[in-house]
Every structure is written in C-alpha cells, then in structure tokens.
C-alpha cells in the first residue's frame, strides 16, 4: 500500500464530517486509489481475516445484494490485513463452496497503515482483531457515517442498505430521517430556526413531518 498516508503513522482519530484518507493500494481488481472514486459514494468496510466465518456470511450476502448498491451508485470495498493472495483464495473457495462470485475489490492492507489511517485500530496493535469497521464515504469524500462492529456479531446488509438511503434522501431532500426510516416512508423537518416558526408550528414544533422529494 503507498499514498500519503504512509508518511505519517501518528493518525488523528477519524469523525464523521472528515475527509477520508486516500491511499493506494493492491485490490483484487487491480491497483486502485481512493481518489478516483470521487463523484460516487463508496462503502469501505474492513474484516479482521480471510476465512473467517461471520466474514464470509456477510461477504456472501454482500455479493448478492452488490447490483442493488450499485444502482444506488455506491462502490462497495472491501479491506483485510491479508495479502492479496490470500483474498483470491478466499473469494476463490467463497465461489467455489457456496457458487457466489464476490464482484467487489478487496484491498489488501498487510501493514495495517490504512486501518490504522481509518482509526479502525490503535497505533499499538499486533494484530488486525479490532479492525471490524464500515465506513461510508460521499461523493466530495467526506465521511458520512462510520459503524464498528466486534469480531463475533455479523453486520446487517440491510441496515447498511439503509443507511445509504437515508443519506442519500438527506443531501437530496433537505430532511431528517426518523428512527428506522426506511425510502419512501415519512420523513422529518430540519429543526425550526425562529421563535415565529415555532409559534406558527404548534405543540408539536420539534418534531415536524416532511415529505422527501418526489
């Protein structure tokens, strides 16, 4: 992996509304750099190793729902402390055992310098056990979302599938998006700015309706 990232390992810890750290690196498809993906959302998500079980449940249920992603012009990539070999082999077996083709990038991240960019672990670790993290990145490359999980909880493709709805309804729409929202439901006003529009809004002037864009 090589990019400006790899000057400097003493990384700030990354927040949502920071620009994401781009790097270049060898993926399954090829080199690839970060930067070249601007103008597209992109889901950067991280497992800890190849072969690993709750992984390769949720790289299979990845695949399948990639097309879907893909519609929503989102570029899934996937990244391991695992050298590319070992990402051929593993999506190799995932096609050969379980007859799904994986058709997204997996980045190889041997020296943990892009896990460690991300904040997915500290400067500290042996070890790529903690690096279990998704990160949604906009089409400017700003972070919009980052969600961690443990090593033994698979993540839920649909849920992530939403989030990537509800942000796009958002930058779209100019609105919140209430809890489980899901595309087409109701959605919220931004909070009022004015005593007048509280007045003019009612009792229930903090929580107002909104409808997205049609």
Known sequence: MTGPITDDLSFPPLRIGDEAPDFTARTTHGEFVLSSLRGRWVMLFAHPADFTPVCTSEFIALSKLEPAFRERDCVLLGLSADSLPAHLAWISAIEERFNVRVPFPIVEDPSMEVARAYGMMDLEA???????????IDPTGIIRTIISYPASVGRSVAELQRVLSALQEVDRSNILTPEGWQPGEPAIAPPLQTQDAVQKAGPSWFLQPKKPRS
């Open 126 to 136: 042996q070890n790529s056990a903690t690096v279990r993290s998704v990160f949604f």
